[in-house]
């Protein structure tokens, strides 16, 4: 666990390469831990995605599939819900807006993940970005003001995100 945070300090700090090294060394230490190869491969999946690589990321969001579909429980977990934020944030690199949208089709309300306002806040800021992007601004427009009522501009890693969509709709 130590070293999946630090990893991901990392990677915030955009030492992308010793990030890197330390999310593989924790595959290689941990191969048994499902919670700890999830929690590397979105890690690598979310530095790929800072460093444009997109096949890399991309091949990264397939493990933590991979290992969500071998084990139920683990979706709910941090690494698994931010993964969909990360392959979102992929699809809208890709030009796949629609397929961004979808991803978040099946959950209508913040659910089960109202207590994470970061998650539920990433959600909605990723969705108003995807429907800017196709055309439908009142679709866009809700999420905005959903995520700022959520306290968007109070978070300094959302803060820039929330700024950009909103200029966009503009």
Same mark, same amino acid.
């Given at each position: 666990?130590?070293?999946?945070?630090? !990893?991901? #300090?990392?990677?915030? *700090?955009?030492?992308?390469?010793?990030? &890197?090294?330390?999310? =593989?060394?924790? @595959?290689?230490c941990a191969?048994?831990?499902?919670?700890?190869?999830?929690?590397?491969?979105?890690?690598?999946?979310?530095?790929?995605?800072?460093?444009?690589?997109?096949?890399?990321?991309?091949?990264?969001?397939?493990?933590?599939?991979?290992?969500?579909?071998?084990?139920?429980?683990?979706?709910?977990?941090?690494?698994?819900?931010? !993964?969909? #934020?990360?392959?979102? *944030?992929?699809?809208?690199?890709?030009? &796949?807006?629609?397929? =961004?949208l979808n @991803?978040?089709?099946?959950?209508?309300?913040?659910?089960?993940?109202?207590?994470?306002?970061?998650?539920?806040?990433a959600r909605?800021?990723?969705?108003?970005?995807?429907?800017?992007?196709?055309?439908?601004?009142?679709?866009?427009?809700?999420?905005?003001?959903?995520?700022?009522?959520?306290?968007?501009?109070?978070?300094?890693?959302?803060?820039?995100?929330?700024?950009?969509?909103?200029?966009?709709?503009?």
């Amino acid at each position: 666990v130590l070293d999946n945070n630090a !990893a991901h #300090i990392e990677t915030m *700090r955009g030492q992308f390469e010793k990030a &890197r090294q330390t999310f =593989a060394h924790v @595959l290689k230490c941990a191969p048994q831990s499902s919670f700890a190869t999830i929690a590397a491969h979105e890690g690598l999946a979310r530095l790929f995605l800072a460093t444009n690589d997109l096949n890399k990321c991309e091949l990264a969001l397939r493990c933590v599939r991979k290992e969500l579909e071998s084990h139920e429980g683990l979706g709910s977990t941090y690494h698994g819900s931010w !993964a969909a #934020i990360t392959e979102s *944030r992929l699809l809208l690199k890709q030009g &796949r807006p629609n397929d =961004a949208l979808n @991803l978040f089709s099946d959950v209508k309300s913040d659910g089960d993940f109202s207590r994470d306002v970061p998650f539920c806040i990433a959600r909605h800021l990723v969705q108003a970005q995807a429907a800017a992007l196709i055309g439908r601004l009142h679709d866009a427009a809700f999420h905005l003001a959903a995520a700022s009522e959520m306290g968007a501009t109070s978070l300094p890693e959302l803060r820039a995100q929330h700024y950009y969509i909103a200029g966009a709709l503009t």
